[in-house]
């Protein structure tokens, strides 16, 4: 028999959860994409890997990590680590105490060329569906 699709995904799980989480302003996107430009800090979501979770590697379940990539409209150092160090901590713990979320953490990073900004790693678990009969 056929199995039955999830109702959603894996990454629009995550996009649902993560959407509330973030700062009112802030504009979500949740494929990878570059704006051609940041007027207004902005997010997106990228599929990392895929990898047997190690600790279980015969139980079919999956590391799923996740990269969302927070740029800050600030192009300058200083700016940049002021406009979002506090509020990407603060975004951190939220991420830590979604059910899914096995582990985050964030690196700073040229979001663009120009835009500054965090790479945070989000691991997710998934398990294989099981056929119904």
């Known amino acids: 028999m056929a199995r039955k699709k999830p109702d959603a995904g894996i990454r629009s799980t995550l996009v649902n959860g993560l959407r509330p989480l973030l700062p009112r302003g802030w504009k979500l996107h949740p494929y ?3 704006p051609d430009d940041i007027n207004q800090t902005t997010v997106w979501v990228k599929l990392d890997t895929i990898d047997k979770l190690p600790e279980a590697p015969q139980s079919g379940a999956n590391l799923v990590t996740f990269v969302v ?5 600030k192009v300058l150092l200083q700016e940049a680590d002021a406009d979002l160090d506090d509020r990407v901590i603060e975004l951190m713990h939220a991420l830590d105490a979604l059910p899914l ?15 500054l900004g965090f790479d945070i790693s989000v691991e997710v678990l998934t398990y294989p569906i099981p056929d119904k009969e």
Do not use: E, F, M, P
């Not at 990539?69 to 409209?73: D, E, G």
């Not at 979320?101 to 060329?113: G, I, K, N, P, Y």
């Open 32 to 34: 990878r994409t570059v």
């Open 69 to 73: 990539t927070v740029a800050s409209t």
């Open 101 to 115: 979320v096995r582990r985050a953490s964030a690196r700073q990073v040229a979001a663009t060329d120009v835009h």
